[in-house]
């Protein structure tokens, strides 16, 4: 994990970012899209911010670092991951599914996690066996 955040700094540009802009968090509106929940706000490259989003806005988005993005995505699993056991954590069946996201990936190595894994409940598209490096 310290080498995901020592890359993701150094190959991101900087920018102010919702820090969870699953769709969860966008309500659609009569006058177009509105984001939601800033609790979790910050600095970093867009890729962290796509990496909530599923995999479609990723392919879309110009000029997107696809292996940062790559890098960002087992973060932001690792995040979602840890989350479940929270005490305070009210997700129905986190324990559960924080232990079988754990058991399913490898967020330890260099790539993304290793069998492809359900669609998180904060909408995070995963990623197949594919290696990054």
Same mark, same amino acid.
């Given at each position: 994990?310290?080498?995901?955040?020592?890359?993701?700094?150094?190959?991101?540009?900087?920018?102010?970012?919702?820090?969870?802009?699953?769709?969860?968090?966008?309500?659609?509106?009569?006058?177009?899209?509105?984001?939601?929940?800033?609790?979790?706000?910050?600095?970093?490259?867009?890729?962290?911010?796509?990496?909530?989003?599923?995999?479609?806005?990723?392919?879309?988005?110009?000029?997107?670092?696809?292996?940062?993005?790559?890098?960002?995505?087992?973060?932001?699993?690792?995040?979602?991951?840890?989350?479940?056991?929270?005490? +305070?954590?009210?997700? %129905?069946?986190?324990? #559960?599914?924080? $232990?079988?996201?754990?058991?399913? *990936?490898?967020?330890? !190595? =260099? +790539?993304?996690?290793? %069998?492809?894994?359900? #669609?998180?409940? $904060?909408?995070?598209?995963?990623? *197949?066996?594919?290696? !990054? =490096?």
């Amino acid at each position: 994990m310290r080498r995901r955040r020592r890359v993701i700094g150094e190959r991101g540009g900087e920018q102010l970012l919702h820090g969870e802009p699953h769709p969860g968090n966008v309500l659609t509106t009569k006058t177009g899209l509105l984001f939601i929940d800033f609790e979790t706000c910050c600095r970093g490259p867009v890729e962290f911010d796509l990496a909530h989003a599923p995999e479609e806005v990723g392919e879309h988005y110009p000029g997107v670092n696809q292996r940062l993005l790559r890098e960002c995505r087992v973060l932001v699993l690792a995040m979602i991951t840890t989350w479940r056991w929270d005490r +305070g954590d009210q997700f %129905p069946n986190g324990r #559960r599914l924080g $232990t079988e996201w754990l058991s399913q *990936s490898d967020v330890g !190595c =260099c +790539g993304p996690p290793g %069998p492809r894994l359900p #669609r998180s409940p $904060t909408g995070v598209t995963t990623w *197949s066996s594919t290696s !990054c =490096c």
